[in-house]
């Protein structure tokens, strides 16, 4: 799932996993050999990203609200049918 896997924490250079469970999560990055400090650096950026992820879709909805309500073709002409570009025999 795109809100639980594969974070990159750029600090340490590692791709996580998370999964909500905080302590959890601590525990097993300071089994890699990082202190409690490093660890919550760690957790931090991991939350960042997630919080980046979930919000997303949202923004991604309101750019795309935004592109139609703004937006003019350039040449608005090549959107409508007309026979007239075909060839006769056609």
């Given at each position: 799932?795109?809100?639980?896997?594969?974070?990159?924490?750029?600090?340490?250079?590692?791709?996580?996993?998370?999964?909500?469970?905080?302590?959890?999560?601590?525990?097993?990055?300071?089994?890699?050999?990082?202190?409690?400090?490093?660890?919550?650096?760690?957790?931090?950026?991991?939350?960042?990203?997630?919080?980046?992820?979930?919000?997303?879709?949202?923004?991604?909805?309101?750019?795309?609200?935004?592109?139609?309500?703004?937006?003019?073709?350039?040449?608005p002409g090549l959107w409508e049918f007309s026979e007239s570009i075909f060839h006769p025999d056609f």
């Amino acid at each position: 799932c795109r809100l639980t896997r594969n974070f990159f924490v750029k600090s340490v250079g590692w791709h996580v996993d998370f999964d909500g469970d905080t302590p959890r999560f601590l525990k097993e990055v300071q089994q890699q050999g990082l202190t409690e400090e490093q660890a919550e650096e760690v957790l931090k950026e991991v939350l960042d990203q997630k919080a980046w992820r979930e919000a997303e879709p949202q923004k991604a909805a309101e750019r795309r609200e935004s592109i139609c309500a703004q937006y003019t073709r350039l040449h608005p002409g090549l959107w409508e049918f007309s026979e007239s570009i075909f060839h006769p025999d056609f």
